[in-house]
């Protein structure tokens, strides 16, 4: 029998006052589906998304997107530690998973396939991307690593608790500076089984001044 190798993660769910009490009275996160059709895009795929508590980078972005649908609401965040055996992990910057979801791309979605060469190309096209091809580039990846995930469950038997995404974010590295930008690489968490976060529900920690 294969050994078990965990990694601990401590990471933060940034959202509005609003949306804390919502899931404080639901008992729990319910995962955002991605639904094209409804401009609701979720770029890696079905779940709860989640930051690294430890980047200040990736918590400032989170602020930002609250702020974006909010500009008076004020940002809060939801912190967990999560245990997670590591084979679980999909790292899509994990040269093992780029191949295979690339490889998946081409069998299932030729005409996408012409479109994301390679993942990495994602991260590079979203360093120069506006925010309407940045959309585009999420209702490609959102639907395909879905599907990608069911794929593997059907197939594979091979399931997964995590997905792990990058992108860039660009900030302003030095106000001193006049103009002086530096593309940041950030860690974005997707959460595809919500019952372990929700089960571990009464050590969340409520963080209101972020």
């Known amino acids: 029998m294969k050994e078990i ?11 509005s006052n609003k949306c804390l009490k919502k899931i404080v009275e639901s008992n729990g996160f319910k995962p955002s589906i991605h639904d094209e059709k409804n401009n609701k895009i979720e770029w890696l ?54 191949q295979q979801y690339i490889a998946f791309l081409k069998r299932a979605y ?16 979203q360093a120069k991307a506006p925010t309407h091809e ?16 069911k794929y593997l469950a059907n197939q594979k038997d091979k399931e997964f608790d995590i997905v792990l995404g990058y992108f860039y974010h660009e900030n302003v590295k030095d106000k001193s500076l006049i103009l002086g930008r530096d593309k940041k690489v950030i860690a ?22 972020i």
């Not at 609250?66 to 939801?78: D, L, Q, T």
């Not at 019952?195 to 001044?209: A, F, G, R, Y």
């Open 5 to 15: 190798t965990k990694q601990l993660l401590t990471l933060i769910h940034i959202t």
């Open 110 to 125: 030729p005409k996408f396939y012409y479109k994301i060469l390679d993942y990495r190309q994602i991260i590079q096209e």
């Open 134 to 149: 940045l959309n585009e580039l999420g209702k490609l990846t959102g639907v395909t690593i879905n599907n990608f995930l």
């Open 188 to 209: 974005q968490y997707c959460i595809k089984k919500v019952d372990i976060i929700n089960l571990s529900m009464e050590d969340w920690l409520i963080k209101h001044n």
């Open 45 to 98: 795929g079905d779940g709860v998304y989640f930051w690294n508590i430890n980047d200040p980078y990736a918590i400032k972005l989170g602020k930002n997107l609250v702020k974006g649908k909010n500009y008076f609401c004020k940002p809060v965040g939801i912190i967990v530690n999560l245990n997670i055996d590591k084979d679980r992990i999909m790292d899509l910057d994990n040269l093992y998973w780029n």
